[in-house]
């Protein structure tokens, strides 16, 4: 089928998902569009038996979209620009140590964490899994995404350092998690008898540091072209170009393209709107920019309730799965908690920070993209259904309970 039929009918399917959710279900738009979506290939797949071919003729049309390269090089992108285009650089300042701790110590901690216990866990059920691969796990599992939850979060009246300290960890802890997941990636497939300390640590610090510096530089250039011009068509353009070929020439450059778009996206979001920009040309670019983030959301949801109809479903594995979520959780908190308990020595955090930022911290498509970009050396198969086990859960359960959770706590 060609490219163009896939996305209209991705778009369709968003549409009339979308609509029935916002018509009668009322969930969160991206919660409920990935509900909707994982029912429909439940049905689908009941389906396969009473209408001979139109399950495989689906499952055809979802195995023709490659999830990894969609998300990791053409969404990915706009997301994390979306989302820091609304952070406030000075704000973000203030909260600088939480946020960049959290980001990087406790997605370290968190991937060591699950790695070991995943390890022992397949061991116990008799699956010899090497470790290198159960770090890798560790390393897809291990950033949040909490886009989905943001807006109940401000519903809620969370305190707004601790809404900042979220968004800020969540686009960092994704830039993040990928640098650590591709270097031991790179690890695993060069072999551990090339492994040596020293180039790990110098391939993570170019594609973190490097992508940072990058992202600063994209975003002052686009800062100041932006402000030499009064006319909001453009500015948009020139944000897009930004995104676009900022992304790709950092891949080309062995950069973190995402650390560097999301650089970009706050240091255009605060400049840009202090000094850059009109008031209509501010209005403008932040309904389109809203309006690509919802969009796409939408249909990475729609993507990840129906990436059920081609994961390769073992009952062990399954079980396993049901284990991880636990595993992963408790990972999150402890992740979470010693960096909290630290910090707290001289900087102040929120009544139940600790419960909030474990709790919200979800697990979305970047996971699953990662997991369906494992070499089947490293058990790719096995890792896809464990992941998609414990994303589902996180959004469906944790999404759709961490403004209760949030409210009820606040009262306390």
């Known amino acids: 089928m060609a490219t163009y039929h896939i996305l209209s009918v991705l ?47 689906v499952s055809a049309l979802v195995s023709n979209i490659n999830f990894e390269q969609v998300l990791m090089k053409i969404m990915l992108g706009f997301l994390l620009f979306a989302g820091a285009l609304h952070i406030n ?3 973000l300042r203030k909260q600088m140590w939480p946020v960049m701790i959290l980001a990087t110590v406790g997605t370290f901690i968190s991937t060591f964490m699950v790695s070991v216990m995943a390890y022992y866990l397949f061991q116990i059920f008799g699956l010899k899994i090497p470790y290198i691969a159960c770090l890798l796990f560790g390393g897809l599992i291990s950033p949040t995404d909490p886009i989905s939850v943001m807006g ?42 090339k492994f040596s300390v020293a180039n790990t640590v110098i391939l993570f610090l170019k594609e973190a540091v490097g992508g940072i510096a990058f992202g600063t530089v994209l975003g002052y250039l686009g800062y100041f072209v932006i402000k030499s011009i009064d006319n909001y068509r453009v500015e948009v353009l020139i944000t897009l170009t930004v995104v676009m070929c900022g992304y790709t020439l950092a ?11 999301i650089m970009a996206g706050i240091i255009i979001g605060t400049k ?41 479903v073992n009952p062990t594995v399954m079980i396993i799965g049901y284990i991880m979520i636990l595993m992963v959780l408790l990972a999150r908190y402890v992740s979470v908690a010693i960096p909290v308990t630290f910090l707290r020595l001289w900087i102040k955090f929120e009544k139940n920070a600790v419960l909030i930022l474990t709790w ?34 996180s959004i469906v359960v944790q999404g759709l309970t961490i403004g209760k959770v949030a409210a009820r706590r606040n009262k306390r």
Do not use: C
């Open 152 to 193: 109940i979060l401000k519903r809620v009246g969370i305190p707004k350092t601790l809404e900042l300290k979220i968004a800020g960890e969540s686009l960092f802890n994704d830039g993040v998690g990928v640098v650590i997941f591709l270097t031991i990636l790179e690890v695993a497939i060069n072999g551990t008898g």
């Open 89 to 91: 650089a000075v704000e």
């Open 251 to 261: 891949d080309q450059l062995h950069l973190s393209g995402p650390l560097a778009i």
């Open 272 to 312: 840009g709107k202090e000094a850059g920009l009109s008031a209509e040309s501010r209005d403008y670019l932040g309904k389109f920019w809203d309006l690509i983030d919802e969009i796409f959301n939408a249909v990475l949801f729609l993507l990840i309730g129906l990436e059920m109809l081609v994961i390769k």
């Open 11 to 57: 778009i369709l399917l968003t549409a009339v998902f979308a609509y029935v959710n916002d018509r009668w279900i009322k969930w969160p738009a991206t919660i409920g569009i990935m509900i909707i979506a994982l029912l429909s290939s439940i049905l689908i797949a009941i389906s396969g038996s009473l209408i001979p071919g139109f399950s495989s003729q």
């Open 360 to 393: 919200g911290g979800l697990r979305g498509g970047l996971s699953v993209a990662m997991a369906l970009s494992l070499p089947e050396a490293m058990h790719r198969n096995e890792f896809v259904l464990v992941t998609y086990i414990i994303v589902v859960f």
